[in-house]
Structures are given as C-alpha cells and as structure tokens.
C-alpha cells in the first residue's frame, strides 16, 4: 500500500499486460518453432505469476503440456553480504530434468541484470540445458551487466531512482505496471 507521498503512474493496465502476455507466447512458439523440448521457469516472486500466465497460454495454443518450475535465487544473489538481515530463502521447484531442455526464464522486470545472472548461476548448477532464453514484461534499462532479453512485453525508459511496480491479481491486486516515485513510510 501506498503512503500519501507516493506517486503512482500508470504504465501498463490489465488488458496491456494481458496483451503482451499473448504476444510473447507467440513469440516464444514462432522463435522455438512449436513447444518441443521447451520449459519455462519463473523467477520468484513476479516470474512465477507471468510464467505461470505464459504456460497456460502456450498449452492454449499447442495443446500440450510445458513443463513449467520455479526458481528462487535467493543465495546466488552477489548483494548478500552487502544487505541488512537474513535473506529470505523460499523454495526451488523444478520437477522435471532441465538438461538437453530449451529453458525460458521468466522475470517481471529486467534491470540491472544482476537477478538474471543469479537465475543462470542457480540454473547451471541443476543441468546443463539445450539452450536458455529470456522473457520479461518490462525492460527498463540501465544494464549493469551484458545481458539482454529475447522477448520483452515492454521497454520503458525510467530514472535509476524510480521504482517500477508490478502489480499481480494472484496477490489480490488489478494486474498493472507503474512507476512509483516518493518517500515511503518507515
């Protein structure tokens, strides 16, 4: 919840990041020409909710099962020792082989990069799979490492100070992307 010194502005409603969802689907059939061999994995938290999203709709489209698991990279992270308190480490669920698998990691917002270099540490260390692409619902820019996502449901350019939000109906919220900007309560 917001304080009354926050500022939200809206940049992706319900029906936009509906849309996106579609349309990176498509992409991710078109690119890996059908769902053979392809799983998807979502990045805790955001990237398993839009993971979980692009499965269904996938299997929609195929129908066929994809393999889907979740990833917390929680103790891969290169920040631990820098941040304040225990980390909260929450579970990895993948139950299926990823070797020889063509991967989609799947993350809510694409920064810095750092989260993406974690999840591809974390995930080399379970298997060796065919190949591992990328999708995010929003590429806001300001890469601190060379890493780039193969679909992307949108670009928005942003300040370093900004904090973009996504907000997800699995957590009893309008499905939404915004920019907050303020101080928050302490």
Do not use: W
């Not at 190949?131 to 601190?144: F, M, N, P, S």
């Amino acid at each position: 919840m917001m304080d009354s010194a926050q500022n939200e502005r809206l940049l992706m409603d319900a029906q936009e990041v509906s849309r996106a969802l579609s349309r990176i689907s498509h992409e991710i059939l078109e690119r890996n020409k059908g769902s053979q061999d392809l799983a998807l994995i979502g990045i805790r938290t955001g990237g398993v909710y839009l993971g979980q999203r692009l499965v269904t709709r996938i299997q929609q489209i195929e129908h066929c099962e994809i393999p889907f698991g979740e990833l917390d990279i929680t103790l891969y992270r290169d920040d631990l020792s820098i941040r304040k308190g225990q980390p909260e480490v929450r579970k990895t669920s993948i139950p299926f082989n990823i070797s020889d698998v063509k991967i989609v990691l799947v993350d809510d917002v694409l920064f810095t990069g750092r989260t993406i270099r974690a999840a591809l540490d974390s995930l080399m260390d379970l298997g060796r799979p065919a190949e591992i692409q990328l999708a995010v619902l929003v590429d806001r820019g300001h890469r601190q490492l060379p890493i780039r996502a193969n679909y992307v449901g949108k670009s928005i350019p942003t300040a370093r100070e900004e904090k973009v939000q996504v907000f997800f109906e699995e957590l009893g919220q309008v499905d939404r992307v915004s920019i907050i900007t303020g101080s928050r309560d302490v």
